[in-house]
T-cell receptor, first 112, second 114 residues
Framework: NAGVTQTPKFQVLKTGQSMTLQCAQD?????MYWYRQDPGMGLRLIYY???????DKGEVPNGYNVSRLNKREFSLRLESAAPSQTSVYFC???????????FGPGTRLLVL | TQLLEQSPQFLSIQEGENLTVYCNSS?????LQWYRQEPGEGPVLLVT?????EVKKLKRLTFQFGDARKDSSLHITAAQPGDTGLYLC??????????????FGTGTRLTIIP
């Protein structure tokens, strides 16, 4: 049982480049999330999708877009990467928005 | 403004010592979860507390939910190097619309020195 998977694991971008982070879950969860975690800090919510077909902004949405492709997949897009977006990105899923969240292994992104 | 404040932010102690970390808020939560994140991995749920005053034990870890459901503590007895990690609390607010989501705390980074 894979749980939550994220691709890629590592990525280096130049300022201004774009990329999409992929996330998939096989637990039939309704809700999915994208967080960023900066060194020494906790999690900050970027966007979330409470259910298939809906997306909402979190605490730090600027510079990001998301797509809930289907119930399994939730992608995060950086249209024009900036050094301030250097971070570790975690995807998570849960049965409902107040339920236990299951996290992927993270994507480490460096923007030069 | 951070809804859930955790303290201390950093804690480094010797193996075998006891410690307590705290998760505080001015809001009331219907439930509170504790996660541990090890280096290079995503957070993993340790426990969920749902009743005011509830105490749950997980081996050497004791979790308590405040009577007013606004705060929680995690006590570790005889800390081991394997306890090293980032501890995060997360709360589900009492009142909210259908899509009310968990709010994560600021985190306590714990290092156990062998």
């Amino acid at each position: 049982n894979a749980g939550v998977t994220q691709t890629p694991k590592f990525q280096v971008l130049k300022t201004g480049q774009s990329m999409t982070l992929q996330c998939a879950q096989d637990m039939n969860h309704n809700s999915m999330y994208w967080y960023r975690q900066d060194p020494g800090m906790g999690l900050r919510l970027i966007y979330y999708s409470a259910s298939e077909g809906t997306t909402d902004k979190g605490e730090v949405p600027n510079g990001y877009n998301v797509s809930r492709l289907n119930k399994r997949e939730f992608s995060l897009r950086l249209e024009s990467a900036a050094p301030s977006q250097t971070s570790v990105y975690f995807c998570a899923s849960s049965e409902g928005t107040k339920e236990t969240q299951y996290f992927g292994p993270g994507t480490r992104l460096l923007v030069l | 403004t951070q809804l859930l404040e955790q303290s201390p932010q950093f804690l480094s102690i010797q193996e075998g010592e006891n410690l307590t970390v705290y998760c505080n808020s001015s809001s009331v939560f219907s439930s509170l979860q504790w996660y541990r994140q090890e280096p290079g991995e995503g957070p993993v749920l340790l426990v969920t507390v749902v009743t005011g005053g509830e105490v749950k034990k997980l081996k050497r870890l004791t979790f308590q939910f405040g009577d007013a459901r606004k705060d929680s503590s995690l006590h570790i007895t005889a800390a081991q190097p394997g306890d090293t990690g980032l501890y995060l609390c997360a709360g589900a607010k009492v009142r909210g619309f259908g899509n009310e989501k968990l709010t994560f705390g600021t985190g306590t980074r714990l290092t156990i020195i062998p």
